[in-house]
C-alpha cells in the first residue's frame, strides 16, 4: 500500500490542524493505521492508532484529549485532527500501516511495513 500524508502547515499555540492520509487501495479490516512524529534530532514518537478490525483508537498521553484519529473507508483516508495545539506537537508527522502484529506492539514504529512521506507541522507564534 502507499501512503500519502499532507495538511501540515503553520498554526499558532492553541489552533487545529487536520492532517490526511490517504492510501492506494482499502484499508478497513485490512491494515491497522497510526501516526508518528519526529523532531529534528529525535527518535520517532508514536502519535496514535486505529487498529484494523476494531477501529479502535490508541493515542499518546502526550495528545489524549487533543487529537483523534478517524478513517473513512469509502476514501481509504485515515485523518489526525489537532486541536489545542501546542509548540511541543512540532515536528514532521508521519502515517504508517502494518497488516499483523500484537497490541503490545502498536506503538512501536519499527513494526510497521509501509510509510508515507512525512508533512511538517509547526506549532509557533
Known amino acids: 500500500v502507499q501512503l500519502q500524508a499532507s495538511g501540515g502547515g503553520l498554526v499558532q499555540p492553541g489552533g487545529s490542524l487536520r492532517l490526511s492520509c490517504p492510501a492506494s487501495e482499502r484499508t478497513a479490516n485490512v491494515y491497522t493505521m497510526a501516526w508518528f512524529r519526529q523532531e529534528p534530532g529525535k527518535e520517532r514518537e508514536f502519535v496514535s492508532a486505529?487498529?484494523?478490525?476494531?477501529?479502535?483508537?490508541y493515542y499518546a498521553d502526550s495528545v489524549k484529549g487533543r487529537f483523534t484519529i478517524s478513517r473513512d473507508n469509502a476514501k481509504n483516508t485515515v485523518y489526525l485532527q489537532m486541536n489545542s495545539l501546542k509548540p511541543e506537537d512540532t515536528a514532521v508527522y508521519y502515517c504508517?500501516?502494518?497488516?499483523?502484529?500484537?497490541?503490545?506492539?502498536?506503538?512501536?514504529?519499527?513494526?510497521?511495513?509501509?510509510w508515507g512521506q512525512g508533512t511538517l507541522v509547526t506549532v509557533s507564534s
Open positions: 504508517a500501516a502494518r497488516q499483523t502484529g500484537i497490541l503490545s506492539t502498536l506503538r512501536n514504529g519499527a513494526m510497521y511495513n509501509y
Open positions: 486505529l487498529r484494523r478490525n476494531s477501529g479502535t483508537p
